[in-house]
């Protein structure tokens, strides 16, 4: 069977358009592939914490920040953080997620503080949020 060069130019177009949009989302941080938990955080304050950045529990990486939304209709206003965690590690709803900056030189990020409590968080579950004390 012999294919026509149309054909041919129209099959490479849509590999390469599936190339690009798997590129842009690596490089934005995101994986595509992984199907991780979604887990929500109100704070009052973000202190420059960003979408991409990483979530972790004691200095591995478990996770990352998927999105962050401001809640303007309430006084005072506050933020719901929605962070993904690819790991099957499981905790309690009563676990705290945490802002701080691991470094000088290295912007905010988010660790879980684990609680093992009997009460098992599950996806789309709310946990509490907290700032850590800055350097």
Request: hydrophobic share 45%.
């Amino acid at each position: 069977m012999k294919l026509s060069k149309e054909l041919k130019i129209g099959i490479i177009t849509i590999i390469t358009l599936i190339g690009f949009f798997m590129l842009f989302n690596f490089l934005k941080g995101q994986n595509i592939f992984s199907s991780g938990r979604l887990f929500t955080v109100k704070f009052e304050n973000v202190n420059g914490l960003a979408p991409s950045k990483p979530v972790s529990i004691n200095g591995l990486r478990v996770g990352q920040v998927k999105e962050i939304k401001i809640i303007e209709n309430a006084k005072p206003i506050y933020f719901e953080v929605v962070l993904s965690v690819d790991k099957d590690i499981e905790f309690s709803k009563k676990t705290i997620a945490e802002i701080y900056e691991p470094g000088l030189m290295s912007g905010p990020e988010v660790r879980l503080l684990l609680d093992y409590g009997p009460d098992i968080a599950k996806d789309g579950d709310f946990l509490k949020g907290r700032i850590a004390g800055g350097m």
